[in-house]
């Protein structure tokens, strides 16, 4: 285990940030890692509010969260914990090399056969994305999740799959978890 941190003298709202969270959460996942601690769970540059702001911000305009409020940085951890459940294992993904700015991990239930695939869009325009399920997984319908500059772990409308691969536009600067039904 390490430990440091990230946006320290920044709000919890600070969407960029939040951002850089979900994607070192993600590379640590690929790194095989069993989990993704943060200490500091309430403080006003953490997943919930304490109240307070930072004593040197890096922007004096910035908005601090209230005691106890979700932060973007909750919102996009959310994205995570709330749909990767103890027993989940992580499969293999790749991402097409022109779409550095997006970044995909992917994981099974073993008793379910339920995937949950987390896909980060850190550009700053939209992407259509082509995911791929490979090695016979059948799965039929997925619900998007999306933390975005406007949206905080909103649920989308479930849609069909038909065959082994579905196509979805990332919103600019976002995580979307896709969860099968």
Known sequence: MTEHLIGENNSGF????????????????????????????????????????????????EIYPKKGEV???????????????????????????????????????????????????SGSTQVENVFRIQNGAVMTTFTPYTTSETKNCEQGDAFDVTGDNFTFTLEPSSITTFVSN
């Open 14 to 61: 600070n969407l960029s940030w939040a951002i850089q969270l979900g994607k070192e959460m993600n590379d640590v996942m690929k790194a095989d890692m069993s989990a993704y601690v943060w200490w500091t769970i309430v403080r006003y540059y953490g997943p919930i509010g304490d109240g307070q702001k930072a004593s040197d911000p890096q922007d004096p305009n």
């Open 71 to 121: 932060t973007k940085k909750g919102y996009v951890m959310s994205q995570f914990s709330k749909f990767i459940r103890p027993g989940f294992y992580r499969v293999e993904t790749s991402v097409t090399p022109s779409l550095s700015k997006v970044d995909v991990t992917a994981y099974k239930d073993p008793s379910s056969s339920k995937v949950v695939i987390v896909a980060i869009n």
